[in-house]
């Protein structure tokens, strides 16, 4: 796949971020369950972050957030009347409830799907998994917006296949690129996909909190992608790493072309799947991080692993960190060490998205990378595409249409539903998606 190009698609956080503490396991989410949240702050830190990389030369796409309220989802549960008198009722007596209608973890663009580029494929088509996230009910809600919106991103069946989700049931239990990395000498080459799951069934899982990714559902990607077995690995989570806060892979880990960061425990039997690992990508390095230079806890609570590891065009490799790296002593001797001896890092930033941060997402989680060649790049529509221009017209949308505070008890004020329907409409129309709202069965 020659002139291939990393893209990154970002998730544009909604005006309905709030801080509902859905996610057990998600030690960060549970910590700031109902404080007070800043929406507008929130999805301008998310559009900086996205024109940072923009402006590198590093091609970048905006993923509309998911309708919400879901209305539908609160009559589903029993709820009749006007929209607005179902939002006061639920608001009044099932709160719980109305914080998974208006969930924004859409905004982790990393779990919208798994993603094979054409270089790995057997058919040469760029093969798209949107994940059926059935571990948890309020980002359940998001698949079937995910899997139209990939269906338009992708739409050239010459270059692009978009698969349904897998099946909503425990056995293939699927959270997507979060659990999926890729190592290749360069983005342009044959790559090693390895998938990285909770659990297969058998043997000993965690016994604080869920493992959402299983084998079956790994494999299952692996197959209807048409990866080459050979340069396709399975390793499983240390259950100890997801009872101390690591929910997903890219907690504990971040990979880019032949570069490899990770935790010294955060899979079975590392040592091992390291060995295998180098087998099957000989050009491969490992940087390790041992836990007496940061804890497993320490790297949870500045995501130093859900940094972005970016390829620059005028090459090198750009390490997009939270600012709570920053922040953390340990951290920063670990990047110092990092500088040090993988030279293929030639520049570290620091980045606030703190509102993201406090909901357990960190730079990586808000972007799914998919690498493209220059053809399958120019198959895509324009609309969605990171310019000056885009820049400018969302950072006024958003200071027009998002609150500056956002309480928990604010989420059943029916101005909310009004405010959110009308923001979305004009975002269609910004990022010339017109139809991704108008079909959407909540509307």
């Known amino acids: 796949m020659l002139n291939s190009v990393e893209v990154n698609l970002d998730g544009l956080i909604g005006p309905t971020h709030h801080y509902g503490g859905l996610a057990e396991g998600n030690l960060a989410s549970q910590r700031h369950r109902h404080r007070t949240s800043r929406p507008r702050e929130a999805a301008l830190q998310g559009l900086r972050k996205m024109k940072a990389l923009a402006d590198r030369g590093i091609p970048q796409f905006v993923l509309p957030p998911a309708p919400r309220p879901d209305v539908d989802f609160l009559r589903a549960q029993g709820f009749s009347g006007a929209e607005e008198e179902i939002l006061r009722e639920v608001a009044r007596c099932r709160g719980d409830l109305l914080s998974i209608a208006c969930s924004a973890s859409s905004m982790w663009a990393a779990n919208a799907a798994t993603v094979s580029p054409s270089a790995d494929t057997r058919d040469a088509r760029l093969h798209v998994t949107p994940a059926n996230l059935r571990s948890t009910a309020h980002r ?13 991103l992708f739409a050239d069946t010459r270059y692009f296949v978009v698969h349904d989700p897998l099946p909503d049931a425990p056995a293939y239990s699927d959270e997507g690129a979060a659990n999926h990395m890729r190592l290749c000498k360069s983005h342009a080459s044959a790559g090693v996909e390895v998938f990285v799951y909770g659990r297969n069934g058998i043997g000993t899982g965690p016994r604080r909190h869920p493992a959402r990714q299983t084998l079956a559902a790994s494999r299952a990607i692996a197959d209807r992608h048409e990866l080459d077995p050979r340069r396709t690995l399975f390793v499983q989570q240390s259950p100890e790493a997801i009872d101390a806060g690591v929910f ?3 907690v504990i880990a971040v990979a880019n072309e032949h570069l490899l960061l990770c935790h010294e425990q955060g899979y079975v039997a590392q040592p091992d799947f390291l060995r295998r690992l180098k087998e099957t990508c000989p050009m491969l390095r490992v940087f390790e991080v041992s836990v007496h230079e940061l804890s497993v806890e320490q790297a949870v609570q500045t995501y130093l692993f859900n940094s972005q590891l970016a390829t620059l065009p005028e090459g090198g490799m750009l390490l997009l960190a939270p600012r709570e790296c920053e922040d953390d002593a340990s951290v920063r001797a670990v990047l110092a060490r990092l ?6 890092i030639t520049e570290i930033q620091f980045i606030d998205v703190r509102q993201s941060m406090r909901n357990g997402g960190g730079p990586a989680c808000l972007r799914l990378r998919v690498v493209l060649s220059r053809e399958q790049l120019s198959a895509m529509p324009t609309g969605p595409r990171m310019s000056e ?8 949308w958003i200071e027009r249409n998002y609150r500056e505070e956002l309480t928990f008890e604010d989420l059943g004020d029916p101005g909310l ?5 009308s923001a979305f409409e004009e975002l269609a129309e910004i990022l010339n998606l017109h139809s991704i709202y108008s079909q959407d069965p909540n509307r």
């Open 417 to 421: 539903l009004r405010e959110t329907r």
């Open 248 to 250: 997903h892979n890219d």
């Open 140 to 152: 359940r809600l998001e698949v079937a917006f995910t899997t139209r919106l990939l269906k338009c």
């Open 339 to 344: 500088r040090e001896q993988v030279p293929e």
């Open 389 to 396: 221009a885009l820049y400018a017209r969302l950072t006024t």
